[in-house]
């Protein structure tokens, strides 16, 4: 997929929406971008649905999101991902996961 100058100016407003903890409106931002192969907004996608925020906690519709994600190229293993959204939930940084789910 080509990814346009407007997909990034979507990507980027989801990111900002779900750093204020704007959660739904960053998933209504992403998902077409993400059904429309956007390997970054898959994983945040994924994001979302792992941790339950403006979506139903669904770990088969995160773990399915994160799939797309490692198929277009998403470099770290959707496990270690779930890993590290665990670690931050943990020390209650959960917002945290959108810094460094936009590299």
């Given at each position: 997929?080509?990814?346009?100058?407007?997909?990034?100016?979507i990507f980027a407003s989801g990111l900002s929406a779900?750093?204020?903890g704007r959660y739904k409106d960053a998933y209504a931002?992403?998902?077409?971008?993400?059904?429309?192969?956007?390997?970054?907004?898959?994983?945040?996608?994924?994001?979302?649905?792992?941790?339950?925020?403006?979506?139903?906690?669904?770990?088969?519709?995160?773990?399915?999101?994160?799939?797309?994600?490692?198929?277009?190229?998403?470099?770290?293993?959707?496990?270690?991902?779930?890993?590290?959204?665990?670690?931050?939930?943990?020390?209650?940084?959960?917002?945290?996961?959108?810094?460094?789910?936009?590299?």
């Amino acid at each position: 997929m080509y990814i346009t100058e407007p997909d990034e100016i979507i990507f980027a407003s989801g990111l900002s929406a779900a750093r204020e903890g704007r959660y739904k409106d960053a998933y209504a931002m992403w998902l077409p971008l993400a059904i429309n192969d956007h390997r970054l907004a898959q994983r945040n996608i994924g994001c979302l649905f792992y941790l339950g925020l403006g979506v139903a906690r669904d770990l088969r519709e995160a773990a399915d999101w994160m799939a797309r994600a490692a198929s277009r190229g998403q470099e770290e293993d959707p496990v270690a991902v779930f890993r590290r959204i665990d670690h931050l939930e943990a020390v209650g940084k959960h917002g945290a996961v959108f810094s460094w789910a936009a590299a």
